[in-house]
């Protein structure tokens, strides 16, 4: 199998993708690449890609890019990836010294080889098994959701306090590593509409017009001295997640599906989970 393999099967499948505009393709390494095996994970950091490469997986899957920078139309650094090369010229106007950590990144993806393909897009949207749906699935709501909109789905609970709710849901995040759910509002309130999203960036008042009573959000798709106010004037309980653990079980299920779609090649799941910990 060559790498480009994976990115015709990503162009034939994914007709809800703009081709033209996506951020799915190849961040680094040559598409030509024999693939001996394909690594499936949420980000690139350093430790994952060595653990790739470790067991001599040469192709990575990621869902996020290899650094948080992009480029704008006049060359300022601002913050996302459409290049290897132009985003390591600087960060937000600084030079990187060549000592700098995406440096020592960069110069180590080009001597290695390995390939790293970014799908995004493709994975945000496929139905059911996708990022939105696997995380359903993995908190519990299996049934058809009462209100959908892209990137959010309400569903319905047994009336129960946001206390029990949070706890429940906690329940489910641990084995992906996460100790802790944040909470904003009064914990005795009965709710029974729960919507929930992915993601950088969450709409909280998108997801209440679609009906329900609690949010659930990540930490990176909202910001606390805004969304938090309004959670607290509103009265809509906000439960907050860890951005990559929100998305982890859908990393589970690409890998599932590639290795499915691509059986004669090794496919492996590399776990990011919750990516702190909590001193206590």
Sequence with gaps: MKAWELHKHMQEVGSWVNWEKTVDT????????????????????????????????????????????????????????????????????????????WIKKHEWLQRTGIVVYRCHDFWDDYPEIGIHGAWANWLGFTRKPVATERFYEVHEVKETTVEKLAQEILNRLKPLGQE???????????????????????????????????????????????????????????????????????TKTLSLYLQKQFPNVHVKHIPTGCIYEVIK
């Design 180 to 250: 802790v759910i944040q909470v904003i509002g009064d914990r005795r309130k009965r709710v029974s509409r729960i919507a929930i999203g992915t993601g950088a960036i969450v709409d909280y008042r998108k997801m209440k017009n679609l009906g329900a009573n609690v949010l659930l959000v990540t930490d990176d798709g909202t910001r606390l001295w805004e969304s938090g106010q309004w959670s607290l004037d509103s009265d809509v309980p906000m439960l907050i997640v860890n951005h990559s653990t929100s998305e982890e079980p859908g």
């Design 26 to 101: 190849f961040l680094v390494g040559d598409p030509n690449t024999d693939i001996k095996g394909i690594a499936v994970s949420w980000m690139p950091t350093f430790v994952n890609l060595k653990k790739a490469l470790e067991s001599d997986y040469n192709l990575f899957v990621t869902h996020e890019p290899l650094y948080a920078v992009t480029v704008d139309n006049e060359g300022r650094i601002n913050g996302g990836t459409p290049s290897v090369d132009n985003h390591l010229r600087g960060f937000l106007g600084i030079t990187l010294s060549k000592n700098d950590v």
